[in-house]
């Protein structure tokens, strides 16, 4: 009997690590987070041209964006009310200059006005901020690697401090935070990633194993994706630890982005939402993917982005499903 005791109180507490801001986790927690998830902004040399355009648009989305029929019951029909942040996957820049880092903290750093965005924004690097093309020669490069990881390193850090996020890997930058019970991970430009840091799969299994052992669904974004292109950049044995770690866990839904064109993808039977780049193209005008998770219902939404007024058209691709009871592998 004393046995059994021991083993009970050690139980509880080991699943009492997944929540270290609430108590222990069982039926009364609620799954309840609105976030949008862009990719690939881009941002270039001056003048400004269209990169406003998803800010104007996402700062529109409460009392505006609602949810399709299709969506899950609880969700379906549902008029955005509450925008909980917006995480970014990758490719924040095109090359890496004082002016263009500038007017990216005019759009998504939060602050007021139409064009500067109005909730905590939680960046992505993609191979454009850690590979940015500044010049021909190799140094100038490096040293605009330097330049971008400074200022995403003083954004990290500042939201570290804050309690914004609650776990930073200083080598990869991979971070993660909690919304609304459920756990978020970028792991910045793909999983295990060495070339400009060490590999994030032991920082990654270790954050999961703390934060999402007793069923928290977890949403994980990074920017390589999982079409075949994608394989010239990331190797097939790396998408395949990385799903060894997420599967052992409430995996809920996966985001990249890369490919600049919005699709879902399809690996080991999880689909993926590849997130669009965020301006007009050959295939049409940019887009965000809007993510909602209430209860055991899961939406995900192409949200369209118009002109720079704010206007937005709901489209395919949409991902929609109710989340099976979870077990521990």
Known sequence: MMRKKILFLVTVFVCGLCYPHSSFRSKSVKYDCTV???????FDLLPETDQYFHVVAINHLENH?????????????????????????????????????NLYRQRYEKGVGERRIHYNVFPGLGNHDINPGVSDKGADNLKGRAYTFHYIDSVLNAKLLKGEILNLDSSSRSYSWNVGNVHFINGEC??????????????LEKDLKKYASCGAPVVYIQHYGFDKWAL????????????????KFNLVAVFVGHAHTATLEHFRGHTIYQVNNA?????????FAVLRIKGNAVSIETCSVLDGKGDFKVIEPSINYMLLPWKAL
Not at 190 to 203: H, L, M, P, Q, V
Not at 235 to 240: A, G
């Open 65 to 101: 964006f609602r949810f399709p029929k299709t969506a899950p019951q609880g969700i379906a029909g549902e008029l955005l009310k509450k925008l909980d942040c917006v995480a970014l996957a990758g490719d924040m820049f095109d090359k890496s200059r004082p002016e263009i880092l």
């Open 232 to 247: 010239d950049w990331w190797p097939e044995s790396s998408r395949n630890r990385l799903f060894d770690i997420l599967e």
């Open 279 to 287: 301006w007009k193209d050959d295939d049409g005008p940019g887009s």
């Open 36 to 42: 949008v998830i862009a990719s690939d902004l881009h």
């Open 190 to 203: 793909c999983a295990g990633d060495t070339t400009y840091c060490k590999s994030n799969f032991e920082w």
